[in-house]
T-cell receptor
Framework: SQQGEEDPQALSIQEGENATMNCSYKTSINNLQWYRQNSGRGLVHLILIRSNEREKHSGRLRVTLDTSKKSSSLLITASRAADTASYFCATAGGGNKLTFGTGTQLKVEL | ETGVTQTPRHLVMGMTNKKSLKCEQHLGHNAMYWYKQSAKKPLELMFVYNFKEQTENNSVPSRFSPECPNSSHLFLHLHTLQPEDSALYLC??????????????????FGEGSWLTVV
């Protein structure tokens, strides 16, 4: 069954602006991961946040996790045209089985 | 490059054909996965192998037949597919399934995918 669900489905911003994407999930998790996919390519792992963590940073990425609300957000600061891609959250329950959402399509315009 | 290589990148096949997708990982991982990605749908997990043993078959039709001869190679054999099977098929790997889910070994590395069109 579908676990992560991203919001919004599509987001269009200007270069230099910040982009925020949200992910909601339904059941308990051990960790939540964000992946990026350029059009027609494979997914690339961006960041993993564990269930006992509330915030994590990696370069221009900031991820938050609120387990009480079963939600996470991905913030990309000072966006660039090269950030244009689809972004997926994936939740991990037991073992290594990841369940992905439908993704947010981000377009960063010059 | 993620260390996971898929071939072919594009495949067009008729409904009566038999073809195979190949995946090879150079990361020393022991778990390998097949995912299906269709337009407007979440990524669907199809099969999981851990140390060459199949640990999950997510109710995949028998016209898809996986094979994992060793921890570095994974195949998806295709036979009598339907047009609705047209999709991007993604192979992935991770260290193994025995690590705790809190471990960074839980991270999955994807190949570039094989675009399959069934005509």
């Amino acid at each position: 069954s579908q676990q992560g669900e991203e919001d919004p489905q599509a987001l269009s911003i200007q270069e230099g602006e910040n982009a925020t994407m949200n992910c909601s999930y339904k059941t308990s998790i051990n960790n939540l991961q964000w992946y990026r996919q350029n059009s027609g390519r494979g997914l690339v792992h961006l960041i993993l946040i564990r269930s006992n963590e509330r915030e994590k940073h990696s370069g221009r990425l900031r991820v938050t996790l609120d387990t009480s609300k079963k939600s996470s957000s991905l913030l990309i600061t000072a966006s660039r045209a090269a950030d244009t891609a689809s972004y997926f959250c994936a939740t991990a329950g037991g073992g290594n089985k990841l369940t992905f959402g439908t993704g947010t399509q981000l377009k960063v315009e010059l | 490059e993620t260390g996971v290589t898929q071939t072919p990148r594009h495949l067009v096949m008729g409904m009566t054909n038999k073809k195979s997708l190949k995946c090879e990982q150079h990361l020393g991982h022991n778990a390998m996965y097949w995912y299906k990605q269709s337009a407007k749908k979440p990524l669907e997990l199809m099969f999981v192998y851990n140390f060459k043993e199949q640990t999950e078959n997510n109710s995949v039709p028998s016209r898809f037949s996986p094979e994992c001869p060793n921890s570095s190679h994974l195949f998806l054999h295709l036979h009598t597919l339907q047009p609705e099977d047209s999709a991007l098929y993604l192979c992935a790997s991770s260290q193994d399934l025995d690590r705790g889910p809190e471990s960074s070994g839980n991270t999955i590395y994807f190949g570039e995918g094989s675009w399959l069109t069934v005509v």
